[in-house]
């Protein structure tokens, strides 16, 4: 079945300090996949996705993600951070094929400690 | 930097009303989808919609659900009965694939649907 795994359902990190967030997925075929930030009553922004070429992909805000298809994994991470990231994020996974569904992990709501 | 935009950002509507919730795709998208979130869980896809007709739809999206585009530029999802369970953030998206290469899946910011 397909599935995306976010292992870690709240992370608290110091500011300053570097960020990873998990996630595992299962998926049939070769996946698109994408990291979306959520701050309380607000919409999905995209931080970054992958669809091919190089694994490791940069986004926005100094995040980054690397797609591992060994470990069926595309973690989060970001070396410094602010208190301004504190938000939910989620990770997604998609087909290559157009139109079909995202499927959503559960997310990790990131706190930031001063 | 095209937006995907939605309407109303909030609507509260009593049981068994019917609700229009519309959604403005970035122009030159061609396929639209629409994702329900209910408070504290996880994003949950409903439909997808590509050439004027359904293309994938999960199993929330049963016979209460519809999804028209009706003017070339809205895509609305209408619930014909509302209940209790359908308060939830729904978000519309939109998304080109073009010769293999994807150029966007790009999320609305909500409508939160609040069911009394």
């Known amino acids: 079945a397909q599935s995306v795994t976010q292992p870690d359902i709240h992370i608290t990190v110091s500011e300053g300090a570097s960020l990873e967030l998990r996630c595992n997925y299962s998926?049939?075929?070769?996946?698109?996949l994408f990291w979306y930030v959520q701050s309380p009553g607000q919409g999905l922004q995209l931080l970054l996705k992958y669809f091919s070429g190089d694994t490791l992909v940069q986004g926005i805000k100094g995040f980054e993600a690397e797609f591992k298809r060994s470990q069926s994994s595309f973690n989060l991470r970001k070396p410094s951070v602010h208190w301004s990231d504190a938000a939910e994020y989620f990770c997604a996974v998609g087909a290559r094929q157009a139109g079909t569904a995202l499927i959503f992990g559960k997310g990790t709501t990131l706190s930031v400690s001063s | 930097e095209p937006e995907v935009t939605q309407t109303p950002s909030h609507q509260v509507t009593q049981m068994g009303q019917e609700v229009i919730l519309r959604c403005v795709p970035i122009s030159n998208h061609l396929y639209f989808y629409w994702y329900r979130q209910i408070l504290g869980q996880k994003v949950e896809f409903l439909v997808s919609f590509y050439n004027n007709e359904i293309s994938e739809k999960s199993e929330i999206f049963d016979d209460q659900f519809s999804v028209e585009r009706p003017d070339g530029s809205n895509f609305t999802l209408k619930i014909r009965s509302t209940k209790l369970e359908d308060s939830a953030m729904y978000f519309c998206?939109?998304?080109?694939?073009?010769?293999?290469?994807?150029?966007?899946?790009?999320f609305g910011s909500g409508t939160r649907l609040t069911v009394v």
């Open positions: 998206a939109s998304g080109l694939r073009f010769r293999g290469r994807d150029y966007g899946y790009t």
């Open positions: 998926y049939g075929a070769t996946p698109y």
